[in-house]
């Protein structure tokens, strides 16, 4: 009887483990891969929703501050092919061990600031207003553009045509 009883606890545990993981493990497409928290797959990486939600968010600001309207699908659409693309750039960028200095993002910045003709704090005002962004996060932009052009050039060919391609290897959730 003890044997029956032992077997019986054992059995019901594991059933309770597989019934727990079958629950909690919703996951979908690539083996590892939570559709909950990743909106797409692009090679091994996953572009995190919560990365995504703070795009729209930035975008969403933007067409807020023009007073434009915003087709939401459409928006949401852009906001992830530009993730993908520079998803595709970046792990291009590391296999290749193409970086961007800080100093590089820098330079590049007070370029900008000279461009404008305005002072520093006035560009950083407009890119406040416009997009909801802080410095450190425009700075994120330009080591972005920064990257592209430098993956560009070690293509060879025009980026937007290597990205045509790589695409058709990426998986989309949403």
Known sequence: MKKYLSFFIIASLILVGVVFFLIFS?????????????????????IKREDFEK??????HF????????????????????????ELVNQYAKEKNITVGEGEVIKRFNQLVQGSGEPEEKLLSKISQMYGMKKT?????????????????????PLGNWLEEQRKKVSIVR
């Open 26 to 46: 919703k996951k979908e497409g690539k083996l590892g891969f939570n559709n909950k928290r990743y909106v797409a797959l692009v090679g091994k990486e996953g």
């Open 55 to 60: 795009e729209i968010s930035k975008k969403k």
């Open 63 to 86: 067409f807020n501050w023009a007073k434009q309207e915003i087709d939401l699908s459409s928006l949401e659409k852009d906001v992830i092919d530009t993730m993908i693309d520079f």
């Open 137 to 157: 996060d425009y700075l994120e932009v330009l080591k972005k553009d920064i990257l592209k052009e430098k993956v560009q050039e070690s293509l060879g060919m």
